[in-house]
């Protein structure tokens, strides 16, 4: 009754790249549009520029291993944990999380292509040249060295006088336009290019999210490109934007960086929200509890995220009345994310769990990511703020965030749809050796580093005097990072073999509920010819149980929602 | 070890408590996370029979009870906040401030209103009063802070801020600059030595005085290096000529137990090893290497020493 399929629509006429016969290699995935190689492209960017990031932050540990160390000069520390932030966020989380909406999104709507295929494949070129030369500055004089958020007056020529910063504007600017371009080409496809009957409830949470985060990028990232224009007219053209003995603003930079900064947060926790929906359905083989509530909740939270970026500015001096304001603002955004580890929570009540990796993540998550909620939280309270802002306990709670949430997201999300994308099955065994010695490695690394934090350890110091547990700490610390190093040189051992000689992958390996799965695996040039019709949020499990399909549930008129 | 937690200010204390609520919400809602997570997955882990679990799919009640509890904790904490800040960070209105802090790349200056003391890294302080602090930034932005003293202030060129310390004993507390601000970010180090208020009476006293005349032929030959050199374009100790601004004021050097904000002990091994290559000691600073002869070296150090 249910099986009655509906078409895929496809243009008349192919685009040029799709004409290219697949068996020219290189050059096939160089001059390709299809948003799946692109997809996946965007995700060997992330690998390569994690092991690039992940070495540099490994020299900083050791530098970091023991007290008044020499291993490094401040010099290139400064210019190492600069490139460590900076690559992390903006050629690493970025790109990956990008990487699975442009492959997933089109395939999860019902959609053969994105609605811009050769902006897609500029969008992943722009990015790509952004962040080569960022690393050019390297060979140029020295890499920036003001740190991820740049802050001025350090960032103008008279404190920072090497051509890094320069190489900061001009790459951040050419990535962040790729990162528009690539907003604008989602929102488009969401919008226009679902499949006929999928309404907007019945999209998958990972698409609402990358809706909503592309709806944030193309909002925040403006203040970005004009803070970063601005910067480069200061350094090169003698402006005073930024410069106070010329008439400037110190502050004027940090209101811009953060308008950008704190939306960019959520661009980089919502997708992986998104993921975490997806899998914990799956894997409790239960519809995500509360699809209203979680898609609810990450509006809320992109409409917030604009109204709370002064907590990062807390010490700056702007008064009790703004401080109190962002810090009401800052509290309030909390409540909708927090809830959300409850949403998943009562997902796996009365479940089936079964424990794949990308459910061990996700399950690992709850925890770490709670961890980073809550010291997120000390940070909205202003007298606490005032304590252990720009302490290792603010080290800490973004590695909590960023590691917990958006890393641990592309890695359950890369364990869940490697089969799709790769059409080969990863070793178990060695995945959940994986799963292990990164998640101690994680909470040995930063654990230790809430301590040092409220013990009174600035951040990005170069080194440190003999203080009483200051040595211990940080060599915990250090001995993490590698673990998670090693991990993470398993990862990339555990990909390429799969790849090779993994064994093949089934069109449904996970007994999954969206239309990804509905294809095979790989999936062809062109996704789809025909779709199972779409009634609910779980199109492909209405198609395999037609006699239990959800929009039949009793008490309903249709769809999951209601009790 | 210290840490937040020894607190030795009353601001510090006040604070304290909010600390101790927050650790204990905290925990128990990391508590109840964890608790619940491990629970479920041990309980509701796949049986291997192949049966799809019951569908749910929501539940007003208790989407309501998960919007309302964590609200409910939020505001509470959202009135500590505010009783807190005001008890702790009232503004400052047009009160003269017991010390002005002015950061440098990568060294604080400290001067006290109503004197002509200025000193530099080491700042003397009376214990039993509410002093206020103020600060701001020659160059780049900085931050003071001592983990014993509560709430830390950016010093940011072009701006006044302030915080508020009643220090409660007498001893010497130890802080760091927490805004990156460059190479030597790590060596800006602070370190407050607290007084019962007739000791800093005689302190104060004491380092408004200016500079001793240097006495034996080696530091009087120090002294006049001092002068005949571009030391004193930078540096001032009073009583002599020396009037420069750029670096820090060396009129009592003698009588602080670091230098280079809290690289190095302060004595006369260090000092000469720094004379020979500062950029060797401290990559970065704006001491430039004047490649002084050995004997200028030895003079110059006698003459520094000896101005306690």
């Known amino acids: ?563 | 070890m210290r840490s937040i937690f020894s607190s030795a200010t009353q601001e510090a204390e006040r604070l304290h408590r909010l600390d101790t609520y927050f650790i204990i919400a905290a925990l128990a809602v990391l508590l109840l996370v964890a608790a619940l997570t491990v629970y479920y997955a041990i309980k509701y882990r796949d049986k291997g029979d192949g049966v799809e679990p019951e569908q749910t799919s929501s539940n007003l009640k208790l989407e309501a009870a998960m919007l309302v509890g964590p609200t409910l904790l939020v505001a509470a904490f959202f009135f500590l906040t505010i009783r807190t800040t005001q008890a702790i960070l009232p503004p400052a209105g047009r009160l003269v401030p017991a010390v002005r802090i002015v950061g440098h790349q990568w060294w604080w200056e400290a001067t006290y209103p109503g004197t002509n003391v200025v000193t530099a890294n080491e700042i003397h302080l009376p214990v039993g009063q509410r002093l206020l602090i103020e600060g701001t930034s020659a160059d780049v932005i900085h931050d003071w802070w001592l983990p014993a003293f509560g709430e830390k202030m950016d010093v940011i060129p072009g701006r006044l801020n302030h915080v508020w310390a009643t220090i409660r004993a007498p001893g010497v507390y130890e802080g760091a600059c927490n805004e990156f601000c460059g190479q030597q970010h790590a060596w800006m180090r602070i370190r407050v030595v607290a007084h019962t208020p007739a000791d800093y009476a005689r302190w104060l006293a004491a380092a408004g005085q200016p500079a001793a005349p240097p006495t034996g032929a080696l530091a009087q030959a120090g002294g006049a290096l001092f002068a005949h050199y571009a030391c004193s374009s930078c540096h001032q100790i009073r009583g002599t000529a020396a009037h420069g601004h750029q670096g820090p004021d060396l009129t009592h050097f003698g009588s602080r137990r670091t230098m280079l904000a809290g690289l190095l002990e302060n004595n006369p091994d260090n000092l000469s090893r720094w004379l020979t290559d500062p950029q060797a000691i401290k990559p970065g600073a704006h001491m430039p290497r004047f490649i002084f002869g050995r004997d200028s070296i030895r003079a110059l150090t006698a003459y520094l020493t000896q101005l306690k």
């Not at chain 1, 494949?121 to 004089?141: H, N, Q, V």
């Not at chain 1, 000689?501 to 999936?523: N, V």
Request: charged content about 10%.
């Open chain 1, 1 to 563: 009754m249910a099986n009655t399929t509906v078409l895929v629509p496809e243009p008349a006429r192919p685009l040029p790249g799709l004409s290219i016969n697949s068996s020219q290699g290189l050059l096939q995935w160089i001059s390709s549009v299809d948003h799946k190689q692109l997809g996946i492209m965007y995700l060997w960017m992330a690998l390569l520029f994690m092991l690039v990031g992940g070495l540099e932050i490994l020299l900083v540990r050791v530098q970091l291993a023991v007290p008044r160390n020499t291993f490094l000069s401040p010099e290139a520390y400064n210019q190492l944990f600069t490139m460590h932030g900076t690559t992390m966020i903006f050629f690493v989380a970025m790109p990956a999380l990008f990487g699975f909406g442009i492959y997933f999104v089109p395939l999860m709507i019902g959609a053969n292509e994105m609605a811009f295929p050769r902006l897609n494949a500029l969008s992943l070129w722009l990015t790509l040249f952004g962040g080569s030369l960022m690393y050019f500055s390297f060979l140029a004089g020295g890499a920036p060295d003001a740190g991820w958020f740049n802050y001025a007056p350090l960032n103008q020529f008279n404190y920072s006088s090497s051509p890094g910063v320069d190489y900061y504007c001009a790459g951040l600017l050419l990535a962040g336009i790729g990162t528009i371009t690539a907003s604008i080409n989602l929102v488009v496809t969401i919008l226009r290019y679902r499949i006929p009957g999928m309404r907007f409830k019945d999209m998958p949470v990972f698409v609402w999210m990358m809706l909503l985060t592309a709806c944030l990028v193309l909002a925040s990232f403006p203040a970005l490109n004009a803070a970063l224009a601005m910067l480069l007219l200061d350094r090169q053209l003698h402006a005073h934007f930024f410069d106070v003995t010329g008439g400037g603003s110190a502050v004027l930079w940090q209101h811009l960086f953060w308008l950008f900064g704190h939306p960019e947060v959520y661009v980089l926790i919502l997708p992986a929200f998104g993921i975490f929906s997806e899998i914990f359905a799956v894997f409790s083989r239960k519809p995500v509890f509360g699809y209203a509530f979680i898609v609810g909740s990450g509006i809320a939270i992109a409409l917030l995220a604009f109204g709370v970026w002064v907590h990062h500015m807390l010490a700056v001096g702007l008064g009790n009345t703004v401080n109190g304001f962002f810090s009401a603002s800052s509290m309030l955004i909390g409540i909708p994310t927090g809830i959300k580890i409850f949403n998943w929570l009562a997902t796996m009540h009365g479940g089936s769990l079964r424990f794949t990796v990308a459910m061990r993540f996700a399950i690992a998550f709850l925890v770490e990511f709670t961890i980073g909620g809550l010291s997120g939280i000390a940070f909205a309270i202003v007298p606490i703020d005032l304590q252990l802002t720009d302490t290792y306990f603010v080290v800490a709670h973004i590695h909590y965030v960023f590691i917990g949430g958006t890393l641990f997201g592309l890695f359950a999300g890369l364990f869940y749809w490697f089969p799709k994308m790769s059409g080969r099955l990863l070793d178990e065994r060695l995945s959940k050796w994986f799963f292990w010695l990164f998640v101690v490695g994680f909470n040995g690394t930063f654990l230790v580093q809430h301590v040092l934090g409220t013990l009174g350890m600035p951040r990005r110091v170069y080194t440190y005097p003999d203080l009483p547990g200051w040595g211990l700490l940080n060599m915990i610390s250090t001995a993490g990072g590698f673990l998670m190093g090693a991990a993470t040189l398993l990862l990339v051992y555990m990909l390429v073999t799969a790849i090779r000689r993994g064994p093949l992958a089934p069109a449904d390996p996970w007994d999954a509920y969206t239309l990804e799965w509905a294809t095979t695996s790989p999936p062809t040039l062109q996704n789809f010819d025909r779709v199972p019709p779409v009634r609910s949020a779980r199109p492909w499990r209405d198609h395999k149980r037609p006699d239990d399909a959800d929009h039949l549930k009793p008490g309903k008129k249709k769809g999951v929602h209601g009790k």
